[in-house]
C-alpha cells in the first residue's frame, strides 16, 4: 500500500523541522513555543492516521516504502517502510506526543523552547526508529534519540537528575554499540544493511548465537530486562513528567520492537537455543521486580518498577513460541502469545503514561511524589480520584481495560507451554493488583493527610482533557482490541514461520 | 652525466607556497610597522591561492616528477586540499587570541605557511629523502611555534619536550629508512616495493627496519607508548598553536604512515600489522581511560586524540584498499572536528582568561545558546554519537576491521568509544545543566569567529546527514 506522498518521511521530520524552529523562533517567546509545538503535534497525529486508514490488513509485507540511496559506498540505504508490527507503535508515538506536549503547558518555566524543541525533535526520532529498515539508519535514529532525552533529564529533572541521566546515556550507548557490530558483521556477510536482507541471509550456529546476544544486550538494556534495568527507576524518577511518559510510553517499546524486528527473525536459531535465558529473566522481572514496587515509597518509583514488571510480559511472550511448538508442534497456537505481547506493548504505553501523567498531576501541586505525603487526595480532587483509580485498575490489568487484554493473553500461551511458566506469570495478577491498589489507597484514599491536601485544586479543563483522552483510548481497547489485533495478523504470522524456520 | 630538467608543473602549488612564504616573511619585516593586519591577510590569500590551485589542476593520474622523489596523485590532492581548509580556519580563528595574548607577530603565520609546506612535501614524498625533508620542514616550523611566547615557561617547557622527543622519534624514522635502504638498495618508494615484493632482501633487516618506522610514525602521530609529549605539548602551548598542531600536522601523519607503510612495504605487511595492533588498542584505552580524568580541556583533547589515533589506526590494520580510504576518511573528520573544538576554546577566551578548563563552560547554555548548540555537535561527534560525522568515521573504520577478520578489535573500539562517550558528556553536562557562575551574555570574541565555529560545527552536523559526498571524494582518491 502506498500514498501519493511519502508519509513516512513527512512524519519523520514534520517534527524534526518544527523542533529545529521552536528551538530558533522560541526564544524569550514562551507561548509561541508551546503553541507551535502543540500545533505541528497535532498536524503529525493527523497524517499518521492515514497510515491505519490505508493500511492494508492482509499482507505481512512492508507497506508506504521509501527507499533511496544514501551512503552507496557501504550500501547503505535511506528505506523506510511500516509492517503491522510497527504501524501501531507509529501511531501510539504521534499520539503520546500530543498528550505530552500539553501535559508540559505551565509546568516547564525555565527555557521553554528548548523543552519543546527537544520533544518534538525526538518525535521525528522515534518514529524513524520504528520505520527504519536499514540498520544503519535505524542505529541512527535509535542514538540520535539519546542527545534530545539526555538534555531533557538532564536539565529539567530532579535532584540527582545528573546522575540519572548519565546513567541513562552511558547504559544504553554500552548496549547498543554491540548491536552496531553486529550490524556490521552481517553486512560483511551479506553486502547489505537492509533489515530484510538480515532477515533472509543465512548464518552459522556460533554466529547466531553471538549476533543474539549483542541483540540482547541491546534490547534488553532499552526494554529493560531483569538484571540491566537499573537505570530505568532512577531515570524514570528524576526527569521531568513528560520525559518519563516518552520514555515509558514509546522508547520502552523500542527494546521490545527490536525483539520482534531484529531477534526473533534474524537468529531464530539462536533464539530457540536461548529461549530460557529469556523466559527466566521475564519471569524474574515479572515476579521479583513486582515485589521491589511493592515497597517502594516513590510514586514515580513505584510505577517504574512495575513498568519493568509489564514489560516482562512483553518479552514472556515473545519467546513461548518455541516452547509451544516444541510441546504442540502448533505454530499458529503460539501467535497468541505474540500478539499478547503486541497488544501488552501499545496499552502499556498508554496505561503507563496515564500513570505518569496522573503522577505528574499531584507532583504539579505538591511537588513531592512521597505516597507517605498524600492521604485523601479524593475528597479535594474527585475528578482526579476517578481518573487515577481507573489508570490504576487498568495498570493492575482489570477485565474492560486495555491492560487486560495483552496480560490474559501472555498468560493463556504460557499455560499451553509450560504449566509452571502459567503459574508465575499469573502471580502478577495477585502482586500487580496489591503494589498498585496499596499506592492508590494510600494516596487517594483515607482521612485528609493534611491541611494541603485539602486545599488542592481538582484538575483544570486541559488536564482533564488529557486524562479523558487517555481513559477513553484504555477503555476502548479493553472492550474492543479488535482493530490493533487485526492489523497485527498477518506481521505476526509471518514473524512466527520466520521465527520458527532455520536460518543455519 | 646527463642532467635532464625536470617537469616543475606537479609541484606548482610547492612551489607558489614556498615562494609566496619566503616573500611574506621578508615583507613581514617592512610592512608590520604600518599595517598590522597585512601578514595575516597575506597568509589567508596564499592560502587560498594554494587552494585554487590544486583544485584547478587536480588530476585522478599519478605524476611523479623530480626524479621520482616527488608524485602528485589524486590522494595528495585531496589531502592538500583538506591540510588548506583546516589551516584557513586555524589562522582564522588564532589571529584574535595572537593579538589578545600579545604576540600577534608575523612569525606566527609565516612559520605556519612553513610547516604547511613541510606537511605538502611529505603528503607527496615518493622517496625517503623527500618525506624525510618533509617532516623536517614541518617538525622545525612547529618548534619554533610553540616557544614563541617566550616568557611562558609552561610553553617554553613544551616546546623543549616536543623538540627532544620529536628529535628521538626522527632519529628513529631514519634509522629504520636507513635500514630499509640498506636491505633494498633504494629510496624510492615504488622501487623498494617491487624490491621488497620480489622476495630480494633480507627478512631480518628489512623487520628491524621497520619496527623502527612504525616507532617513528607512532611518535609523530601520538600513539601510545609514545604519547607522552601529545597532552604536555597540547596543554603547554598557546591555544593558536595546540590548534594548529593538533589539526593539519595529523592529516600529514597520516599521509606519510600511508606513504610509507602501504605504498612503501606492503609485503612486509605481517610485520607491522602486529605492532600497529598493539598500538591501537593501548591507545584507545590509555587514550579513553586518562582522558576521564582531566579536568583542563585541552588536556581532554589531547587524551581523546590519542584514543582517535588508535582508531585511526584500525583502518590501517585492516590493510585493505577500503581500510586506507576508511583511515583516510577518520583522519579528515578528525581534524575538522580538532578545529572546530580548539577554535570553540579560541572562540571564547578573553584576554588573561583562557577558557581552557571544563569547568569555565559551566552554564554556556544560559549564557550563549547557540556557541553551547554548536559544542554539543562538537562533543557528540567526536564521541561518535549519530547523526553527526563522528559517528560514520568510526563505523567505517570498524566495519573495515571487522571485514578484516578483526571483531574482537571492533570490540575493543566501540567498548572504549562507550568510555569515552563519558567525558564528553561531562562537557555537555557543565554546559546544560550546570548553572553558571556569572551572570549576562558570553559574546564569542568576534563575531568573525562565532562565525567560522558554527560553519565548522554544522559542517559536522552536515556531513553526517549526507556522508556520501566526503566519502565519494576519500574512496575515489585511494581506490582508482
Redesign the interface.
Known sequence: MSLGYPILSTLIWLPIIAGLIV?FAG?NNPAFAKWFSLGAAVLTFLLSLPLYVAFDTTTSAMQFVERAS?????NIEYFLGVDGLSMPLVLLTTFTQVLVIASAWTVIKE?VE?YMGAFMIMQGLMIGVFVALDS?LF??FW??L??PM??VI??WGGPK??YA??KF??YT??GS??M??AF??M??QSGSFSILDFHAMPIGMTAQILIFLAFLIAFAVKIPMFPVHTWLPDAHVEAPTAGSVVLAAIMLKMGGYGFVRFSLPITPDASMTLDWLIIALSLIAIVYIAFVALIQSDMKKLVAYSSIAHMGFVTLGLFLVYSIVSKTGDVHGAALGMEGAMVQMISHGFISGAMFLAIGVLYDRMHTREIGAYGGVVNSMPWFGFFAVLFAMANAGLPGTSGFVGEFMVILSSFKANVWFGVLAATTLIVGAAYTLWMIKRVIFGSVANEEIAKLQDLNRREFAIMATLAFVIILLGVWPNPLLEVMHSSVDNLLIQATTSKL | MNFVIPDFMPAIPEIVLLALASFILIADTMWSKRFANATYYATQFTLLLVGVLILISFTTDTVVTFDQSFARDAFADVLKIFIVIVSLGVFLFSREYLKQNDFYKGEFFTLGLFAILGMFVMVSAYNFITLFVGLEIMSLAMYAMIAMQRDSSKATEAAIKYFVLGALATGLLLYGLSMIYGATGSLTIPEVKSVVEAGKADSVVLAFGVVFIVIGLGFKLGAVPFHMWVPDVYHGSPTAVTLFIGAAPKIAAFAIVYRLLVDGVPGLVLDWQPLLIIMAVLSMVVGTVIAIAQTNFKRLLAYSGIAHIGFLLLGFIAATPEGYSAAMFYVLVYALTSVAAFGMIITLARTGFEFDEIKDFKGLNQRNPWLAAMMLIIMFSMAGIPPFIGFYAKVVVLQEVITAGFVWLAIVGVVTAVAGAFYYLRVVKVMYFDTAPVEGELKATTKEMAVAVSVFSLALLVLGLMPAWLMTIVYNSLLV
Open positions: 528551538l526564544r544514501w551512503i552507496p559506498q557501504y527555557r528548548q544503519i542505529y541512527v542514538e540520535a539519546l542527545i539526555f538534555i538532564g536539565k537528575r545528573v541521566t548519565l546515556f552511558i550507548f554500552m554499540v554491540f552496531l557490530v556490521l558483521y553486512f560483511f
